[in-house]
Structure formats: structure tokens, C-alpha cells
């Protein structure tokens, strides 16, 4: 059995805190993938979901109920397990917009009315947490062995579901999309069922009752077999094209099983290690997309034109794309690639690339488990950042990649306020946006003209902030290397922080 938030409630180390519940349903079915402390308004993309999420609430300070909100909504469709906040140290009570929203997205909010050490209550869960990972995953293997045995020996449909139902412990029934029961148990209407979608579309539905939300895996994993046999079945077509999108979609959410069952699944697509060439993924956002237009044929005929060996399928509003190409051409193929997208989309369905991002590129298919990830980090960064290029590459983040783990750190936030603090304090009392105007600066390249134009102001409006920056700092001297740098990597952290885009010119 999963570890539930009720599990952690009554652990000790949080009992002890004397929690007490302000939102949330049965928390006995809500299980924990793992546990995360952090002060950071920001979070959401950082987490994956199943978090049991600790803090006290610093990063709310100052928040409007509509950014509280906000807050609250990202968690939930993050699917964050619950989120604990401590009082005492920032709020004596839960901010009213924080419970409000709270009930209102469904998502879990425990009050601790004791002091806790978060750093004891890590050491506490992890162990077990991780303990339970690895049966789970023996747990998987076992189940996938078992599904394949069964593919490859020739069972039917209603086999394949008695071995679900087997392997889960409950009862299951498959439902055709038009809702007739194609194969198992009539369950559809138990008080305790879910369900998940079988195949790309999808073509069919798996009910479930009887275990609790702990068995998703199992159960996707489950489903992803009986989606093989309905591919080869009559119930239901699979091209290129849905594979694809069912490798890319496992990869993105890492409901893959093992490396094997990724480089067979790849192997099918034509994907494989060759001499000279790595593979990486990508991932394409245009206009058309986020404009509620199908520009997806377009990304898609496009990219196996450029890269002529590729996997593409759109997952989640953007297209993600696995590919091998010759390293030593990377950026230049891409940029090929970018520009022959542009064209596509104009001639059909119009509209341009809005972002491509890259993640690593890797020797072998396995490598994508990790590259996919990373590529859709990667636009979440760099959309998040403004950044002014509409390629960017994994590795063109790697200062924004390392300071996103450490950007709530005790050390970093005393260097920001070492570098920045007379700026921000100043900002603070006046709203005279000094530290944006210091950050255009450097962005121009020194150029107070192309920063006036960025910020929207006049040059000697420019110069003035910039005199009353260099008197706050003890004089400002951005040509000194080490100096630019240091307050560089203090505005890449403020701008983390903050959500603050760079600053382009207008």
C-alpha cells in the first residue's frame, strides 16, 4: 500500500505539530510520492505531482487573493498531494483566499499549529518513501512481465481484463467509448470507481473499483496493454502517429516501466542510435496551438522533412518531438527546422513557432527518459524568462536550471540582498524600479539608450535612475568583469523570484 497523507499526519514528527485539516477529501486515498519544502510563490513547475508540499507561507507575503489563487490553482492541477502550511512564522492563520481557493480546487490544505522542523520530517518520510518505490517498481515489473507473457501467448480480450483484475486486486470492467461493456465486470457504476482512458483518442475505457488511487500505475501501465491489443485488434487502428504520442506522452509523465520497454517501443517508431548522429527531444509551441488552431500536421510534416528520422505528437497543447541528427549541425538543423515549421504553418493553417526548446542529447533511446523532461522544462523556463531567442537549447539554461534548485537557499538569498538589497528596499518604499532599470542595463549591453527603450522611458529619466543605482551601491562599475557578473547572477535569481521577464527592447 502507497503511503497516504493521512499515513504522515500521524506520523510523530507532524502529529506532534497538531495538524489540522482545512480542505481535502478522504485523505487516506491520497498517496504521497514525496515530500517538499519550499518558500518559493513559484513552485508548480518545479514539481511533477503526488508532493506532499511544507512551508509557512513565506512566499504568500504581500499576495492578492487573486495571486494567492493563482497559487492554489497551479498546486492542484499539478496534482500535489496536499500542501501544509506551518503557522507562527509568517501567518498566525491561514489567509482566507488560501482556504477559499483551497476548497474551491480540491486541494488538500492542513494548518500546523506546532512548530515542526521540516528538515526532520524529510529525513523521516524520504526513507520510507523510498523504500516503497522500489517495491513499486518490483510491483510494475512483475505486472509488465505478466501483460507481455499474456500478448505474446495469444490471449483475448476477456483474459487480458481477468489478469488486470487480477493483478489489481479489484474488479474491472472495459467499456467501448459508445459506454457497452466490452469485456470484465459491469462497475461503471460503483460508488469507489475511476477510470483510465486505454489507447490514443482513446479508444476504449478502464473501470475500476475496489483499490484505492495508489494502484494508478499499475493500472495505466495495464491499460497500455490492453491498448497494444486493440491496436492489432479490429477494435481499433494504430498508426505511427498514436504510438508516438503514447511514447512521448509516458516519457513526458515518466510512466514508462524500464529502459527495455522504452527502446522497444522506440525501435518500432525507427528511432534507434546511429553513427554520427544523437538523439534528443524537442518540444514546439506556436501560435496556432495556443490560439486553439490544429497546427500539429503542419510541426509534424515538417519535422520529418528536416530531421528525416523523428517521433511527433502533440501532448499537453505543444508538440513533442524525438529525433536523431548529427551533433556537430545541431543548432543549424534546428534552426532549419524552426524556419521550415514558420513556412508550414504560414501556407496552411498560418501563424509562426511561438518557442522550440531542446533538451540533452543522449547516446542511446533510454537517454530520452531524461531529454524529454528536460525539453519541457526548458520551455517552461524560458517562456517564464521572456528570453529573447525562440531556440534555445537545454544547456543555453544551465545557470537558470542550477539556480531553480537552490533559488530558495539561505546562502543565495543573502547574496541577492548583498548585490541588490539598497536597490530592493529602495524599490520597496518608493516603487521607483531601480532593480528593473539595473537589469534592462545590463540586458542593453551598457546601452542607456536601448534600455530606456525597453523600460519605455526617457533617456534622462535613464540617466537619473542609473546615478541614484551607482549612489545606493557605492558606486556602480558594470564593466568590471567580476562585478557584472556577480550582479548578473544576483538579477537571474531576482528575476526567478520574481517572474520578472527580461527586458527586451520595444
Known amino acids: 500500500m502507497a503511503i497516504t497523507v493521512q499515513d504522515l499526519l500521524e506520523l510523530p514528527v507532524l502529529s506532534e505539530a497538531r495538524p489540522?485539516?482545512?480542505?481535502?477529501?478522504?485523505?487516506?486515498?491520497?498517496?504521497?510520492?514525496?515530500?517538499?519544502?519550499?518558500?518559493?510563490?513559484?513552485?508548480?513547475?518545479?514539481?511533477?505531482?503526488?508532493?506532499?508540499?511544507?512551508?509557512?507561507?513565506?512566499?504568500?507575503?504581500?499576495?492578492?487573493?487573486?495571486?494567492?489563487?493563482?497559487?492554489?490553482?497551479?498546486?492542484?492541477?499539478?496534482?500535489?498531494?496536499?500542501?501544509?502550511?506551518?503557522?507562527?512564522?509568517?501567518?498566525?492563520?491561514?489567509?482566507?483566499?488560501?482556504?477559499?481557493?483551497?476548497?474551491?480546487?480540491?486541494?488538500?490544505?492542513?494548518?500546523?499549529?506546532?512548530?515542526v522542523p521540516f528538515v526532520e520530517v524529510t529525513e523521516t518520510v524520504h526513507p520510507l518513501l523510498l523504500d516503497h518505490?522500489?517495491?513499486?517498481?518490483?510491483?510494475?515489473?512483475?505486472?509488465?512481465?505478466?501483460?507481455?507473457?499474456?500478448?505474446?501467448?495469444?490471449?483475448?480480450?476477456?483474459?487480458?481484463?481477468?489478469?488486470?483484475?487480477?493483478?489489481?486486486?479489484?474488479?474491472?470492467?472495459?467499456?467501448?467509448?459508445?459506454?457497452?461493456?466490452?469485456?470484465?465486470?459491469?462497475?461503471?457504476?460503483?460508488?469507489?470507481?475511476?477510470?483510465?482512458?486505454?489507447?490514443?483518442?482513446?479508444?476504449?475505457?478502464?473501470?475500476?473499483?475496489?483499490?484505492?488511487?495508489?494502484?494508478?500505475?499499475?493500472?495505466?501501465?495495464?491499460?497500455?496493454?490492453?491498448?497494444?491489443?486493440?491496436?492489432?485488434?479490429?477494435?481499433?487502428?494504430?498508426?505511427?502517429?498514436?504510438?508516438?504520442?503514447?511514447?512521448?506522452?509516458?516519457?513526458?509523465?515518466?510512466?514508462?516501466?524500464?529502459?527495455?520497454?522504452?527502446?522497444?517501443?522506440?525501435?518500432?517508431?525507427?528511432?534507434?542510435?546511429?553513427?554520427?548522429?544523437?538523439?534528443?527531444?524537442?518540444?514546439?509551441?506556436?501560435?496556432?496551438?495556443?490560439?486553439?488552431?490544429?497546427?500539429?500536421?503542419?510541426?509534424?510534416?515538417?519535422?520529418?522533412?528536416?530531421?528525416?528520422?523523428?517521433?511527433?505528437?502533440?501532448?499537453?497543447?505543444?508538440v513533442l518531438i524525438a529525433a536523431s541528427l548529427p551533433f556537430a549541425e545541431l543548432r543549424e538543423r534546428l534552426s532549419r527546422l524552426l524556419d521550415s515549421i514558420d513556412a508550414e504553418l504560414s501556407a496552411t493553417v498560418g501563424g509562426s513557432v511561438s518557442l522550440m526548446t531542446a533538451g540533452a542529447t543522449v547516446d542511446d533511446v533510454t537517454g530520452l527518459a531524461r531529454s524529454v523532461p528536460q525539453a519541457i522544462e526548458a520551455a517552461t523556463l524560458a517562456t517564464k524568462l521572456s528570453l529573447r531567442s525562440r531556440l534555445v537549447l537545454a544547456s543555453d539554461l544551465g545557470v537558470y536550471d542550477l539556480l531553480s534548485g537552490v533559488v530558495a537557499d539561505a546562502e543565495l538569498e543573502r547574496f541577492v540582498d548583498e548585490q541588490l538589497g539598497p536597490l530592493l528596499g529602495q524599490d520597496a518604499r518608493t516603487g521607483s524600479e531601480l532593480v528593473r532599470t539595473l537589469d534592462a542595463y545590463l540586458e542593453a549591453g551598457l546601452s542607456k539608450t536601448t534600455a530606456a527603450a525597453a523600460l519605455g522611458i526617457r533617456r534622462q529619466t535613464m540617466y537619473a535612475r542609473l546615478e541614484r543605482i551607482s549612489r545606493l551601491l557605492g558606486g556602480l562599475a558594470p564593466d568590471d568583469r567580476q562585478r557584472r557578473t556577480a550582479l548578473d547572477l544576483a538579477l537571474v535569481t531576482w528575476r526567478m523570484r520574481s517572474s520578472a521577464p527580461a527586458h527586451r527592447p520595444r
Open 20 to 115: 489540522e485539516v482545512l480542505s481535502g477529501g478522504d485523505l487516506s486515498r491520497r498517496p504521497v510520492r514525496w515530500v517538499h519544502t519550499s518558500e518559493i510563490y513559484e513552485i508548480w513547475p518545479l514539481l511533477r505531482g503526488g508532493e506532499v508540499l511544507l512551508t509557512t507561507g513565506l512566499g504568500l507575503v504581500g499576495a492578492s487573493p487573486e495571486a494567492t489563487a493563482a497559487y492554489v490553482r497551479a498546486l492542484a492541477r499539478k496534482e500535489v498531494a496536499a500542501l501544509l502550511l506551518e503557522l507562527g512564522r509568517t501567518f498566525t492563520r491561514p489567509p482566507e483566499a488560501l482556504v477559499v481557493a483551497a476548497v474551491e480546487h480540491g486541494l488538500p490544505l492542513v494548518v500546523l499549529h506546532g512548530v
Open 133 to 318: 518505490q522500489v517495491e513499486e517498481l518490483r510491483v510494475l515489473e512483475r505486472a509488465s512481465a505478466e501483460m507481455n507473457r499474456r500478448l505474446v501467448g495469444g490471449d483475448g480480450l476477456p483474459d487480458l481484463v481477468a489478469a488486470v483484475a487480477e493483478l489489481c486486486g479489484g474488479l474491472v470492467g472495459l467499456y467501448r467509448m459508445d459506454g457497452t461493456l466490452a469485456a470484465g465486470s459491469d462497475v461503471e457504476d460503483a460508488d469507489d470507481a475511476w477510470e483510465v482512458g486505454v489507447g490514443t483518442g482513446p479508444w476504449a475505457r478502464l473501470v475500476v473499483t475496489g483499490v484505492g488511487s495508489e494502484h494508478r500505475r499499475l493500472v495505466e501501465l495495464c491499460s497500455g496493454s490492453l491498448a497494444v491489443f486493440l491496436a492489432h485488434s479490429d477494435a481499433a487502428t494504430v498508426t505511427p502517429s498514436t504510438a508516438a504520442a503514447a511514447l512521448l506522452r509516458d516519457l513526458a509523465s515518466g510512466r514508462y516501466v524500464s529502459g527495455a520497454d522504452i527502446a522497444e517501443r522506440a525501435s518500432a517508431l525507427g528511432l534507434s542510435a546511429q553513427p554520427g548522429k544523437r538523439l534528443l527531444a524537442l518540444v514546439v509551441r506556436t501560435t496556432t496551438l495556443t490560439s486553439g488552431r490544429t497546427g500539429t500536421d503542419a510541426v509534424v510534416h515538417a519535422a520529418r522533412r528536416v530531421l528525416e528520422t523523428c517521433a511527433a505528437a502533440e501532448v499537453d497543447g505543444q
